[in-house]
T-cell receptor, first 113, second 114 residues
């Protein structure tokens, strides 16, 4: 069925290093790809999103890249800081469905001081 | 302040005792949805609503009911809770007219069914 696969499930990096989280989707008609960050005990919140008419979008230390041909998109965090430690979820819409977003299973990112 | 409000935030109940988790948003959003979050499974959609009196099943609707009688409210009903419904529940809303796609989540409701 249509789904969103996210890897890795856990990721540990040293402070200052970069982190990359990847997601693949199955529906070629998907056109909107958001990333949500969930800090411990908090609600998920949108941090960045990209639409299918662009290949990359940046916002300070975070960026998202999209490869529509391969049907995958990635979150890049540079110069990681302890406050980046959280669970990150990717998501994509299901074509022809009113359900809007299907979420990946999440990546627990730990930034080690 | 724009927000999605869920109640209760924490609840411990017993098998079979009906309960309702309320969700209210003050952003005039058309779309509302319920998710459950379980370790390793991410956010799975239970039910969603495109507008008043319009609801539909998500990925894991079994054992749940919803209603959308008013635009701002979208309660989640567990008629006969079972231990496998122990989970963290999130309500979310978004505007379909603005087409931004951003989902605004409530703070979550942690439910334990004994």
């Amino acid at each position: 069925g249509e789904n969103v696969e996210q890897h890795p499930s856990t990721l540990s990096v040293q402070e200052g290093d970069s982190a990359v989280i990847k997601c693949t989707y199955s529906d070629s008609a998907s056109n909107y790809f958001p990333w949500y960050k969930q800090e411990l005990g908090k609600r998920p919140q949108l941090i960045i999103d990209i639409r299918s008419n662009v290949g990359e979008k940046k916002d300070q230390r975070i960026a998202v890249t999209l490869n529509k041909t391969a049907k995958h998109f990635s979150l890049h965090i540079t110069e990681t800081q302890p406050e980046d430690s959280a669970v990150y979820f990717c998501a994509a819409p299901l074509s022809g469905s009113a359900r809007q977003l299907t979420f990946g299973s999440g990546t627990q990112l730990t930034v080690l001081p | 302040e724009a927000q999605v409000t869920q109640n209760p935030r924490y609840l411990i109940t017993v098998t079979g005792k009906k309960l309702t988790v309320t969700c209210s948003q003050n952003m005039n959003h058309e779309y509302m949805s319920w998710y459950r979050q379980d370790p390793g499974l991410g956010l799975r959609q239970i039910y969603y609503s495109m507008n008043v009196e319009v609801t539909d099943k998500g990925d894991v609707p079994e054992g749940y009911k919803v209603s959308r009688k008013e635009k701002r409210n979208f309660p989640l009903i567990l008629e006969s809770p079972s231990p496998n419904q122990t989970s963290l529940y999130f309500c979310a809303s978004s505007s379909r007219t603005l087409n931004t796609g951003e989902l605004f989540f409530g703070e979550g409701s942690r439910l334990t069914v004994l």
